[in-house]
């Protein structure tokens, strides 16, 4: 998985690319949020339009990578779902736990 | 694989490392391809068979590159068993709580069998003393079995 990273108006926004799945972009996604969070960026955003596989590890790895930001002070939102891991987040009612925005703009303003 | 006229068998064994999940999906998505399953249904399939050699990997045969993991999968005219076994201790499937449970929803795991379930029509664990765990799942493909048309 490959993570772009730019800052906008004090949001993180993070977009990733390729597959989130055990063994192979879970871990590293706990990455990137642990390295943000130490360089003092509590505002993020998961742009996961590029996110082509995703498997329950992934997901599992979405919701703590949630609960450290939470836990931090921070805030975790989501951005442009693919429309599988929409439907992933729907049947496990996590769907209720993400903001999820459409729009750049407006995600960033929401922080 | 072996066609016999009424139907295909297939059968991969692979050593537990996660880099080899990806084979047995893609046969798995082939499979739901050939039966004329769409997008959407072989997708679905081939995510609950991820999960499946996930877990017989990391729970079954914990991460052990010299335990097998063998995965069957046999189409009848559109009823499409797929058996996974691993050479694992075995485990209580009802250990794992709900994950719908509003106590379990913010938990990192637990989420796999559960997706199983979703997108299969039947998931059925079986356990040989001292022989590992076979899972055996199945998936009538005339159904539509596009997530959206036949779980929500």
Redesign the interface.
Known sequence: MKATPRTIDGVEVIKLDGKITIGSGDQQLREIITNALNAGKSKILLDMSGVTTIDSSGIGELVGSYTTVTNRGGKLKLLHLPAKLNELLHVTQLITVFEVYENEQEAVKSF | MQGNGNGERVEITISSR??N?ELVQVIAEHLCENAGLDEDGT?WIG?AV??AV?NAI?HGNKLDVRKKVNATFQLHDHQLEIRISDEGAGFDPGAIGD??NPLN?????G??I??MK?FMDQVQYSFVPGGGTSLLMTKNLAKGTG??SS??
Not at chain 2, 105 to 109: F, G, Q, R, V, Y
Request: proline residues 4%; positive net charge; without cysteine.
């Open positions: 996660f880099e999940i997708h995510m991820r999960e996930a990391k994950p719908l929803l913010m938990k990192t795991s989420r796999g559960f997706y979703t997530l959206a779980k929500i």
